[in-house]
């Protein structure tokens, strides 16, 4: 009876939204038939009219021009970026020396002591054995460079998400205004932000940590500001009745609250400073990075992978320690100040002593006896899959043969019908979208977007781009959301998928764009599949987490009504799990976006190649007008895909 009671408003608001949607599109229909013969009367060819682009090479070649001149004489550079760029070094090299000051067996047993005080026993020796596994493939010393170069980068991205996250969080009007900023940093490619910061610090590592930053601080100020705006208000109540200030109740109340957000926003600052490991080489940052871009320069997929590796495994460790920790606060299962000191006290003693040990016997250094070569095999392995999978594979096909019929039946369709479309027809359909699933605020911002991407004068390479994600985001849901479901039925699934999930986020694009290059060839299938690959794992995450979260008691009503597996996952699950769905795909979007430009590199062409050739040819103008025009995109991807989620949540 209270289940049937409980439809009635749920249904009444069904046929509210149903409604609210029929009205919409007859209003659409009648602007139509209005505008489109006015359209198509002016603007009959359907190209990006001259008249309204804008051309920003002559301007941004004249800054790019300035700061070149004046980069060794202006006050500017010599007394504000100088000490910042000095800073930098000062603070890497400090921790450089400290780490090669410790030895390999200090390191190691340091990190699995603090493994063991936050999570156990298991993951202690799982940290030890992935340090030691960094020596064992002879990249000890660029494993510490790398490591020095995170901790200060990760230490200056918390330091900036958090002052952002603190001010967004405790003002309405400074989040609304720094929504936008946050997403431009998340979404504009490391390449397009990588030339400015060249060209004002030049190459090597201060350019490398503070392009790091720009990359690594929006998770941490988004959830610094989620968990201070999610701030238990009957708690913040009471403390306020106490007569407390306001930076008592922050510093006794909203930060303590906030402590799960915190360290998740640690976690997610970590994971994508480590995923910048590879990029940051490319402008002098040295370390594994370093190792990895110049093994797929030469395409030696083994001495890549044999440096990929010990990203892949810092990455799992430090997800590992802090996802321990924000589950161990968020428990409260933290120990009093007495018996947590002590531990810490020896665990410090112990770490010390072997760091002695090591000086003492002169073991500072790996030993080279104890190395172990995998570059040959993997590359065997590699020449082995293009030798015979590439092509001439009986009844199924090579790979090439596949990545052919997909760029002949999906690719080039999609691309030519896009730019086929006269542009404001294009803005007529992203309006449509945009404003069925949300308000006129949303469509307004949508077409906003979408035209600005022809006013840069790039319209045709950006549909040609939109076209490739539209394509990668496809093929990535629904492989996502089969694997998905069966880790959300099965544990001992999403057991055996977390590893593999884990190596495929954290290895850096790089590495795996040498296999998917000798498997499919060059061109735009295989930025496709590099893009598949790199956003896979998020929607999965998501989407699984998603399902495994409905009510339990709705599916159980469910089963005791006679549903087959199937109806329960249709009629039930999907519906109550949309919005980690529209997350999910919301992700997708912007992952698939990240890679564009690691698709230029492969024959993708369009916006990616174009961000590249700016880089490598120092052309400020190219390279930011095509990631501004990325950014443009993705904004208006993200406005027609998640505003369904807080529209259904703002009438439910």
């Given at each position: 009876m209270a289940t049937a009671t409980a439809a009635v408003p749920q249904t009444g608001v069904t046929a509210l939204l149903k409604h609210r949607v029929v009205g919409k599109l007859l209003l659409l229909a009648l602007a139509a038939a209005i505008l489109i013969p006015i359209a198509n009367a002016r603007w009959a060819s359907g190209t990006w009219p001259d008249a309204l682009t804008v051309d920003l090479s002559e301007p941004l070649g004249k800054a790019s021009d300035w700061i070149i001149d004046n980069r060794d004489s202006h006050p500017l550079f010599l007394y504000f970026f100088g000490h910042i760029s000095n800073a930098v070094v000062l603070s890497v090299r400090t921790v450089y020396l400290v780490l090669l000051a410790a030895g390999w067996a200090g390191v190691t047993?340091?990190?699995?002591?603090?493994?063991?005080?936050?999570?156990?026993?298991?993951?202690?020796?799982?940290?030890?054995?992935?340090?030691?596994?960094?020596?064992?493939?002879?990249?000890?010393?660029?494993?510490?460079?790398?490591?020095?170069?995170?901790?200060?980068?990760?230490?200056?991205?918390?330091?900036?998400?958090?002052?952002?996250?603190?001010?967004?969080?405790?003002?309405?009007?400074?989040?609304?205004a720094l929504r936008p900023v946050l997403d431009t940093m998340q979404v504009l490619p490391a390449f397009a932000y990588l030339l400015p910061v060249v060209l004002v610090f030049g190459i090597g590592v201060p350019a490398a940590v503070l392009a790091t930053v720009v990359y690594a601080a929006p998770p941490m100020a988004r959830l610094t500001a989620l968990g201070l705006r999610g701030a238990d208000a009957g708690v913040m109540e009471a403390v306020e009745s106490m007569g407390t200030t306001a930076r008592q109740r922050l510093l006794t109340a909203r930060l303590p609250l906030a402590r799960k957000e915190l360290l998740l926003g640690l976690n997610q600052t970590i994971m994508m400073a480590l995923s910048m490991a590879v990029i940051a080489s490319v402008i002098g940052a040295g370390g594994l990075g370093d190792r990895v871009y110049q093994a797929l320069a030469s395409v030696d997929v083994g001495a890549a992978l044999a440096a990929g590796i010990p990203i892949v495994l810092l990455a799992v460790v430090l997800d590992r320690v802090t996802g321990a920790a924000g589950e161990r606060m968020g428990s409260g299962s933290s120990q009093s100040g007495r018996s947590g000191w002590k531990p810490w006290g020896y665990a410090a003693v112990v770490a010390v002593a072997v760091a002695l040990a090591g000086r003492f016997t002169d073991r500072l250094d790996w030993p080279e006896a104890w190395l172990v070569n995998i570059a040959e095999p993997v590359n065997r392995a590699v020449d082995w899959m293009t030798d015979h999978l590439y092509s001439g594979v009986p009844y199924i096909g090579g790979t090439a043969d596949w990545a052919g019929h997909f760029t002949t039946w999906v690719l080039d369709p999609v691309r030519d019908g896009l730019q086929w479309l006269p542009w404001w027809s294009v803005l007529l359909i992203v309006a449509t979208l945009a404003w069925l699933i949300g308000t006129w605020r949303t469509a307004l911002t949508a077409v906003l977007a979408m035209a600005a991407i022809g006013v840069l004068g790039v319209w045709n390479p950006s549909l040609d781009t939109l076209s490739q994600v539209l394509a990668a985001v496809a093929v990535t849901l629904v492989v996502g959301f089969a694997i998905a479901v069966a880790a959300a039925r099965s544990e001992r699934v999403e057991r055996l998928l977390r590893?593999?999930?884990?190596?495929?986020?954290?290895?850096?694009?790089?590495?795996?764009?040498?296999?998917v290059v000798a498997l499919f060839g060059v061109g735009r299938a295989p930025a496709v599949a590099a893009a598949v690959v790199y956003a896979l794992p998020a929607v999965v995450r998501i989407t699984?987490?998603?399902?495994?979260?409905?009510?339990?008691?709705?599916?159980?009503?469910?089963?005791?009504?006679?549903?087959?597996?199937?109806?329960?996952?249709?009629?039930v699950q999907l519906p109550l799990a949309r919005p980690a769905l529209l997350l999910a795909i919301n992700q997708g979007v912007v992952l698939v976006l990240a890679v564009v430009i690691i698709g230029g590199l492969v024959g993708g062409g369009a916006l990616g190649y174009d961000v590249v050739f700016g880089l490598a040819q120092g052309d400020l103008a190219t390279g930011l007008v095509a990631g501004g025009a990325i950014v443009c995109l993705g904004l208006m991807l993200d406005r027609v895909t998640q505003p369904t989620e807080r529209r259904t949540r703002k009438g439910a």
């Open positions: 047993a340091a990190a699995a002591l603090v493994a063991w005080r936050v999570a156990g026993v298991r993951l202690a020796i799982g940290t030890g054995v992935a340090f030691l596994a960094c020596g064992l493939l002879g990249m000890w010393v660029p494993t510490m460079q790398t490591l020095a170069l995170m901790v200060v980068a990760v230490l200056a991205s918390v330091v900036l998400g958090m002052l952002l996250g603190l001010a967004a969080g405790l003002s309405d009007r400074t989040f609304r590893p593999v999930l884990d190596v495929f986020q954290t290895m850096p694009q790089f590495v795996y764009l040498i296999p699984t987490q998603g399902l495994r979260q409905v009510n339990p008691a709705a599916m159980e009503s469910s089963r005791s009504l006679g549903a087959t597996s199937w109806q329960q996952l249709r009629q």
